[in-house]
């Protein structure tokens, strides 16, 4: 889908009501405070009225849609904008192309992105397992001189050992990807992961040498890449969990300049879902609006209904109940 078929397909506000009710209820309304079947369209009016409750509710009610003011039409465009950035893109230039305040795109853009949380990812086959740490760049030591007050809490050391935020992800090889926020990279926490997210009955996992990957030889079988012996050959090697790293990287450095580590796990189920729907070329933009209309609404008043990090976790258990 292109922007012209995007427009002739969604251009009003009733053809995106009529998509949404079709993808939701394929024809089959229920009401969603009972979950009633005795329902009835209201005249000239997206809501539905169900006689069992005697209560109104409309197909955005419990989704990213729900309350917001911005029209579909212009809420459609972001999502599809948002979803053929690979690399992604950053409110202000989503405010330019759809003439909206910046505060309304930044905020439809974290509505977006909750619709882009996975479900539950259950990986196996060979699985590489990574971390990685997102911060600023390396300051130099004239930069730390002169803010004396900090430089207790600064560093210019890179990698392990950094103040900067440690992400792990596990990859299929040319496969999906999973990625999350983990503050202490000990053997217990890693090792908890690769159980959680990985088949290790059915899996062979390869990581460097880093001392708390050695857990997992309780666990799976484990072939470790020595990177001071080189970056390994064949499939021994850990490059396309790199090369994941990379994607977020230049994405944030290259349009969203920086991010704040209270956000940040939205931006990872930005970045993970793209990764791992970068085959969908068709039917892309339609499983991202599958996804918004099984939704709730996770941010209010421009803020996040809780701990972002919360609401990730919370978000893929309930989509894998719902799948």
């Known amino acids: 889908m292109n922007l012209t078929l995007l427009h002739k397909q969604f251009g009003t506000q009733e053809k995106c009501i009529s998509y949404l009710e079709k993808t939701r209820w394929n024809k089959k309304p ?13 005249a000239k009016s997206i809501r539905w009225h169900c006689n069992a409750c005697n209560k109104d509710f409309s197909v955005l009610m419990g989704t990213i849609f729900e309350g917001t003011r911005l029209p ?20 202000s230039e989503i405010a330019r192309l759809v003439g909206v305040k910046y505060q309304t795109a930044w905020f439809a853009c974290h509505k977006t992105r909750c ?4 479900n539950e990812l259950k ?26 007050a900090n430089l207790s809490k600064m560093t210019s050391k890179r990698g392990r050992g950094t103040n900067k935020t440690p992400i792990v992800g596990a990859v299929e090889k040319k496969g999906r990807v999973y990625v999350k926020i983990i503050e202490k990279l ?19 996992v390869f990581t460097d040498d880093f001392r708390s990957y050695k857990q997992f030889d309780k666990a799976v079988e484990h072939i470790t890449i020595k990177h001071s012996e080189g970056y390994g050959k064949g499939v021994k090697t850990i490059n396309t969990i790199e090369g994941f790293w990379s ?7 290259g349009s969203y300049r920086s991010v704040s580590k209270k956000y ?19 039917d892309a933009f339609t499983k991202l609006l599958e996804n918004a209309v099984k939704d709730e609404n996770c941010l209010l008043n421009y803020k996040p209904k809780g701990n972002p990090r919360e609401i990730v976790a919370r978000q893929r258990k309930c989509k894998t109940a719902m799948s």
Request: aromatic share 10%.
């Open 72 to 91: 579909l039409p212009k809420f459609f465009e972001i999502m599809f904008l948002m979803n053929n950035a690979k690399m992604g893109i950053s409110a």
């Open 264 to 282: 940040l796990p939205f931006y990872l189920a930005e970045f993970s879902y793209k990764y791992n729907n970068r085959h969908l070329q068709k």
């Open 30 to 42: 229920l009401c969603l405070h009972c979950n009633s079947k005795n329902v009835k369209k209201r």
């Open 247 to 253: 994607i977020i990287k230049n994405g944030i450095k």
């Open 115 to 118: 619709a882009m949380i996975d």
């Open 123 to 148: 990986l196996e086959g060979m699985v590489e397992f990574d971390e990685a740490y997102i911060g600023s760049k390396k300051k130099k030591k004239s930069e730390l001189i002169e803010n004396e």
């Open 186 to 204: 000990t053997g217990r926490n890693l090792l908890a992961m690769l159980r959680d997210k990985v088949d290790v009955d059915s899996s062979i």
